[in-house]
């Protein structure tokens, strides 16, 4: 008969567990639900144990925060091959896959939590929308991106996040419909700034141009296509002059 022995745990390995643990208790849980208590059961050690390696819960959050932050940061990079809007698409279904398993938590950094209006949370929460916006000027391939294109992407951004909130509030609307739908949000927020900007409209023409018409962006022009018919003209004397 053999006696079991427990590993102790080096310093890093167990603030790395218990932001492991604390990660998983947010995401299932809004993070003012979850206790210390709770915490250190789920990790297997005491109650002091938890205060040795974080002072309280909002610094634990924070670290756990950290961790979902690059995680999140992380859904967004896309080999850069292939057409725009099959790209997106899969950064969509990453993006989402995220959101599913961190619902709680993704709500509670959103809408409020612990650490929301801290300097820390802030600048990490930015930091995952910065890198998103990056992320998607690389795609488009523009080394200098102009004033409209920037408004464009970030905005997109944002509605992207904006729109997983409300998803998560009943999970009304199939997942997989607000994933292309979120890539035709693009397209179009990027096709009425071309209306506006001649270097917008050629950065749509191109990006247009690589698209086949199987594709989210092709799909999007076909059923714009089938919906126009049904259009009212508009009056001459309403239309802006050229």
Do not use: C
Not at 74 to 90: C, D, Q, S, V, Y
Not at 166 to 195: C, K, M, N, Y
Not at 215 to 241: I, K, M, N, T
């Amino acid at each position: 008969m053999t006696t079991g022995v427990r590993r102790r745990m080096g310093v890093d390995e167990r603030r790395q567990q218990l932001i492991g643990v604390a990660l998983d208790l947010f995401s299932r849980r809004s993070p003012q639900d979850v206790s210390i208590d709770e915490i250190a059961a789920a990790a297997g050690i005491s109650r002091p144990l938890v205060y040795h390696y974080f002072p309280g819960k909002q610094s634990l959050y924070e670290a756990a925060l950290r961790r979902a932050a690059d995680e999140l940061a992380a859904r967004f990079l896309e080999p850069l091959e292939g057409p725009l809007g099959a790209r997106l698409l899969r950064v969509m279904g990453r993006f989402f896959d995220f959101v599913d398993e961190h619902g709680p938590g993704f709500s509670a950094l959103m809408r409020g939590g612990p650490a929301v209006g801290s300097s820390t949370a802030n600048a990490m929460i930015d930091g995952v929308r910065q890198a998103a916006y990056e992320q998607i000027i690389t795609h488009l391939g523009v080394a200098e991106p102009p004033a409209r294109l920037e408004l464009v992407v970030r905005s997109w951004v944002s509605l992207a996040e904006s729109t997983a909130l409300i998803w998560l509030d009943g999970r009304r609307i199939p997942r997989a419909e607000l994933e292309t739908q979120l890539v035709h949000d693009f397209a179009a927020l990027a096709a009425v700034s071309a209306a506006y900007d001649q270097e917008m409209a050629s950065i749509v023409l191109r990006v247009l141009s690589q698209e086949p018409a199987d594709g989210p962006f092709g799909q999007l022009l076909a059923r714009l296509s089938a919906f126009a018919p049904d259009v009212p003209a508009v009056p001459a004397q309403r239309l802006p002059p050229r």
